[in-house]
């Protein structure tokens, strides 16, 4: 098994989990390992809902999956997602291990190495979208100055010890600025094309998804829509 510092660290994602949202990307893989053509339990959007709210990667959540039925495969089938938790949170546990080089201080100084290149990435990443709106654009672009600014900052910074945790919550509070900046410079057209869009991509699951798990997808599935609009990088150590 390939290192998951290694893959965090410098972001590295498919297609598929660039495109997919988070909870059809689960719901799809879970569904294909049990080769069954039914859809999972309401219950179980509460538990994809609680790995979304800890940032578990999906790669990790596919890891912690094939896991599960890997254990299972000469026994019981697995029918629900609940049995898969263990497996999940345990190969989530060992990625945040590696990710921080708890095991031995050379990863931990490796992994720390390809952290700092990639927030390095991020800043020209940032840098390039945010000229592509200077005119368009302003109040935008002035926002992805100022972030570029504490990417910066943070890249240094981290450089002095390494806290993954922090530094991932410190990106995503610039995420969620950078977002929100965005959407507020688009016009009404183009946020409600992207919030039409984001309802369209999820209109199978709102009979089934209890209401607060339903809300928080559909808004993660139109920050998604604004993000692609305009063409602005993920803040983050990995992808979600």
């Keep these: 098994m390939s290192s998951p510092s290694r893959k965090k660290a410098t972001a590295t994602s498919s297609s598929l989990e660039e495109e997919e949202d988070y909870y059809t990307a689960i719901e799809r893989y879970f569904v294909g390992l049990r080769g069954s053509p039914l859809f999972i339990a309401p219950r179980d959007w509460q538990l994809i809902h609680s790995w979304l709210q800890k940032q578990i990667p999906l ?4 890891e912690g999956l094939d896991l599960a039925f890997e254990k299972r495969k000469s026994t019981r089938p697995v029918r629900g997602l609940s049995y898969c938790r263990q497996t999940v949170e345990s190969a989530y546990r060992r990625h945040c291990e590696a990710l921080t080089g708890s095991h031995r201080e050379e990863e931990g100084e490796e992994v720390a190495v390809a952290a700092q290149r990639h927030l390095l990435e991020l ?7 945010g000229h592509a709106h200077e005119t368009s ?3 935008l672009y002035e926002a992805t100055v100022g972030l570029v600014q504490r990417l910066v900052s943070l890249g240094t910074e981290q450089t002095k010890s390494i806290r993954f945790k922090d530094i991932e919550a410190e990106l995503q509070q610039m ?3 950078l977002l929100s900046i965005g959407a507020r410079s688009m016009n009404e057209e183009q946020r409600r ?3 039409d869009e984001a309802g369209a991509a999820l209109q199978s699951y709102q009979s089934r998804m209890p209401e607060d798990v339903y809300s928080s997808a559909l808004q993660s599935a139109y920050r998604k829509r604004v993000r692609a609009h305009l063409g602005l990088p993920a803040l983050s150590l990995f992808y979600i």
Excluded at 59 to 62: F, G, M, P, Q, R
Excluded at 123 to 129: T, Y
């Design 123 to 129: 800043v020209s990443q940032l840098e390039k979208a």
């Design 137 to 139: 654009h302003p109040m």
């Design 193 to 195: 094309r992207c919030q």
């Design 59 to 62: 790669e990790v959540v596919k």
């Design 175 to 177: 995420d969620d600025e």
